[in-house]
T-cell receptor
Framework: AQSVTQPDIHITVSEGASLELRCNYS??????LFWYVQSPGQGLQLLLK??????LVQGIKGFEAEFKRSQSSFNLRKPSVHWSDAAEYFC???????????FGQGTTLQVKP | NAGVTQTPKFQVLKTGQSMTLQCAQD?????MYWYRQDPGMGLRLIYY???????DKGEVPNGYNVSRLNKREFSLRLESAAPSQTSVYFC????????????FGPGTRLLVL
């Protein structure tokens, strides 16, 4: 069965520091992978997605993610975090047939001044 | 463009009452989805509609019904609300299924007493 695990429920980083949010997935075929961000009281916004090709994917707001098939991972990174990046981040894996998304539990990012 | 809109924003129900959550999109998307978000569980798919005239169950369909009224609108109905249905409900839409990005509405916060 498809599943997504985000091992870190809560992460705190200092403004200007680098960030890595972890995501591990379980999927039988080539996965479609997504990272979404949710600001407090808002809906979800797509940061980036991976379907095939280059395993390093660039997204909005300076985020990038790397697909590693051997590790079943799709970790999200940012070189320098801004206070406005404080939010909840969700990794998701999608079905190629139905478009159904399976979400991870989410990681809450807190940014210290 | 408004994107994906949801009404109401907030609702309080008593156990056993019924209500319908409304969702509309103005992006001419074919596929629409209903999710619920609960703390520590990410988002879980309730029902989806791959195209106008079709609906299918997601991970957690029990206690819910849906109607794809037309291409724009996809409603979620709770026939007899239970406290376990207290949640935040998100509607999403996409051009099609598979690798397409899903665009999310702002959510409806539902409290069942």
């Amino acid at each position: 069965a498809q599943s997504v695990t985000q091992p870190d429920i809560h992460i705190t980083v200092s403004e200007g520091a680098s960030l890595e949010l972890r995501c591990n997935y379980s999927y039988g075929a080539t996965p479609y992978l997504f990272w979404y961000v949710q600001s407090p009281g808002q809906g979800l916004q797509l940061l980036l997605k991976y379907f095939s090709g280059d395993t390093l994917v660039q997204g909005i707001k300076g985020f990038e993610a790397e697909f590693k098939r051997s590790q079943s991972s799709f970790n999200l990174r940012k070189p320098s975090v801004h206070w406005s990046d404080a939010a909840e981040y969700f990794c998701a894996v999608g079905s190629s047939n139905t478009g159904k998304l399976i979400f991870g539990q989410g990681t809450t990012l807190q940014v210290k001044p | 463009n408004a994107g994906v809109t949801q009404t109401p924003k907030f609702q309080v129900l008593k156990t056993g009452q019924s209500m319908t959550l409304q969702c509309a999109q103005d992006m001419n998307h074919n596929s629409m989805y209903w999710y619920r978000q609960d703390p520590g569980m990410g988002l879980r798919l309730i029902y989806y509609s791959a195209s106008e005239g079709t609906t299918d169950k997601g991970e957690v369909p029990n206690g819910y019904n849906v109607s794809r009224l037309n291409k724009r609108e996809f409603s979620l109905r709770l026939e007899s609300a239970a406290p376990s249905q207290t949640s935040v409900y998100f509607c999403a839409s996409s051009v099609g299924t598979g690798r397409e990005t899903q665009y999310f509405g702002p959510g409806t916060r539902l409290l069942v007493l």
